[in-house]
């Protein structure tokens, strides 16, 4: 009996592929989420005030616009998994200098390195999985990234607490220490995978592309997807493939998705509780360092099991579905954080139980939505010659808002209050649900060259 295209299973070279490229997702996540448990230990190991704080949290979210903004034409000039194999060097280096870091200040110099490092795996790996991936499973191969960055995060904190000692401050050394094992795992295994055939074709090699394309993609669609990369590089010979070709009036829409999505994930507030989740904690009522980070263990645990749903999701239910579900999720969610620190008094000792709960809803929402699909709708809207430089610029726009949220967080907080705060990032969301009416598309089932062709013809976003 004939299998419907549909229901043809994947490859599992295609899926190990996949996997070995998204620890550099894993790393995304792991060195973004370390600092939560290291801030408190750093704060007494070196007697940090909150402003410096922040600045040691920012530095690895500078380094990471710095590295979105440096390497958009790189990766289109050296390939996708060149630029990988770099940045698994980068992480390396980088967490073996904050472990042994003599002062706060190589700390902050080591997390901006890192960061560069960041900033470039946050849109080359999902890039490198979409444009590897057989166009049926592309939603969930992308997400698997994101599904690996909510995991780095779960081992960031899982290692915070196994490697935290109240009596010892030093112990935020070890916690970075781990870093450096999944990147000696990324560096091994992006030897032994390809180069992606969109990449390789837009070179003009051809027969390499056709092989790789051979092994991906699903065998009904192989010739298919050729022809359409054969008429995609033809259009793009006359085109720059510069900042010039990104801002031409027929990609505008794609810009708009790429900025606002990331405007509104980042704005909603999601990293201030990756970041700060053991000092919120610590604001409720928990007073050991070691116990304030159970709390946020509890938090990685269901965003990976979220993410995971996501993953199931998101090529089943669409894109746009699914960001509306999302949003609306959130802002009961961020509404209810800011009425559980508001009724502190009356909620007493129970505060720390109703604000877990309040993150654990708005976990679930943002990771089934807003968190995975920012990486995956921006590997999916631009044209293959300008692909490298706008995910770039996706990827300045994510580490540019969220650089603001980390550095405004306790800012904000002493400033109008943590009830407050929270009810501001409940606002941001109630606009994004707006938004994302108009911008967010339906990208489920369509091959990167369709939606391509959908904005050259002048389609707007709601009827892609």
Not at 48 to 62: C, F, N, Y
Not at 96 to 119: D, E, Y
Not at 421 to 432: A, Q
């Amino acid at each position: 009996m004939k299998t419907k295209p549909n229901s043809m299973s994947l490859q599992p070279n295609v899926l190990l592929i996949a996997v070995i490229a998204a620890t550099g997702g894993l790393l995304f996540g792991f060195d973004t989420g370390v600092i939560s448990g290291a801030l408190p230990f750093l704060k007494e190991h070196w007697h940090l005030t909150d402003a410096q704080l922040e600045w040691v949290t920012t530095t690895v979210l500078i380094g990471a616009v710095l590295g979105a903004v440096a390497s958009g034409k790189l990766s289109d000039r050296l390939g996708r998994k060149k630029m990988i194999i770099i940045n698994a060097i980068v992480f390396a280096l980088g967490a073996l200098g904050c472990t042994f870091a003599p002062s706060v200040t190589v700390l902050m110099v080591m997390r901006l390195l890192i960061g560069i490092a960041i900033g470039i795996t946050s849109y080359v790996v999902p890039m490198y999985i979409a444009e590897i991936s057989p166009t049926r499973r592309r939603g969930q191969l992308v997400t698997l990234n994101q599904l690996m960055i909510t995991a780095g995060i779960l081992l960031s904190y899982i290692a915070d607490y196994l490697l935290s000692n109240d009596a010892n401050t030093e112990s935020w050394r070890w916690m970075f220490f781990v870093g450096f094992f999944p990147a000696l795992v990324l560096l091994a295994g992006m030897f032994f995978l390809p180069e992606t055939p969109r990449w390789l074709i837009s070179r003009n090699r051809w027969e390499e592309g056709r092989k790789v394309l051979l092994q991906v993609e699903d065998k009904d669609l192989v010739e298919q997807t050729l022809v359409a990369l054969k008429q995609d590089v033809e259009l793009q010979t006359a085109a720059t493939g510069g900042l010039k070709e990104v801002l031409q009036p027929w990609l505008r829409p794609a810009l708009i998705i790429t900025v606002g999505i990331f405007f509104f994930q980042q704005l909603s507030g999601v990293n201030t509780i990756i970041y700060y989740s053991p000092i919120i904690f610590k604001m409720a009522g928990i007073v050991s360092n070691t116990e304030s980070i159970l709390p946020a263990i509890i938090i990685g645990v269901v965003n990976v099991l979220s993410c995971f749903l996501s993953v199931v999701l998101l090529d089943k239910v669409g894109r746009r579905k699914l960001y509306m579900i999302g949003i609306s999720g959130m802002i009961p969610s961020l509404f209810m954080m800011g009425l559980c620190f508001y009724l502190r008094e009356q909620l007493g000792a129970s505060l720390p139980i109703f604000a877990v709960l309040s993150i654990v809803f708005y976990i679930i929402f943002i990771a089934i939505s807003l968190a995975p699909l920012g990486w995956l709708l921006i590997s999916e809207v631009f044209p293959l010659n300008v692909r490298g430089l706008g995910m770039s610029i996706g990827s300045l726009s994510h580490w540019g808002f969220n650089a603001i949220i980390a550095f405004t967080f306790l800012k904000l907080v002493n400033g109008i209050g943590i009830a407050t705060t929270f009810w501001f990032y409940t606002g941001i969301c109630i606009l994004g649900l707006i938004w994302g009416w108009y911008y967010i598309p339906e990208t489920k089932g369509r091959s990167l060259e369709d939606i391509e062709s959908h904005w050259r013809k002048g389609g707007s976003p709601r009827t892609l």
